[in-house]
């Protein structure tokens, strides 16, 4: 079975995007935060019209970046001990100390 790369990422795109945009509409500070975006990004993403999210999801360019690029974080949420809870919430005030993404 081959798989197609380009499709799978326009697939990720597009639920992304919609996801986002649920987000930011329903809490739109809460959003920024969980996606790591600033104001800037954030209005945009909510703005987008339905032909405009199909259109940007088509790209063969993931649009969404991680943020777990430090070995700390990856292993706090990777944590599956009892200290699950604590773990979490370590991640995230350590995410929460990463720069958010603007529009260059």
């Given at each position: ?30 959003a920024m935060f969980k996606l ?18 199909l259109r940007m999801a088509s ?46």
């Amino acid at each position: 079975m081959k798989m197609d790369i380009g499709n799978e990422i326009r697939e990720l795109n597009l639920s992304y995007l919609m996801l986002a945009q649920q987000m930011i509409m329903a809490d739109h500070a809460g959003a920024m935060f969980k996606l790591g975006i600033g104001e800037d990004v954030a209005e945009i993403i909510e703005n987008l019209s339905p032909a405009q999210i199909l259109r940007m999801a088509s790209s063969d360019m993931l649009l969404c970046r991680f943020r777990f690029d430090d070995t700390l974080l990856l292993n706090l949420l990777g944590n599956h001990g009892r200290e699950n809870a604590a773990a979490r919430i370590h991640a995230t005030i350590l995410a929460a100390t990463k720069p958010v993404e603007h529009l260059a």
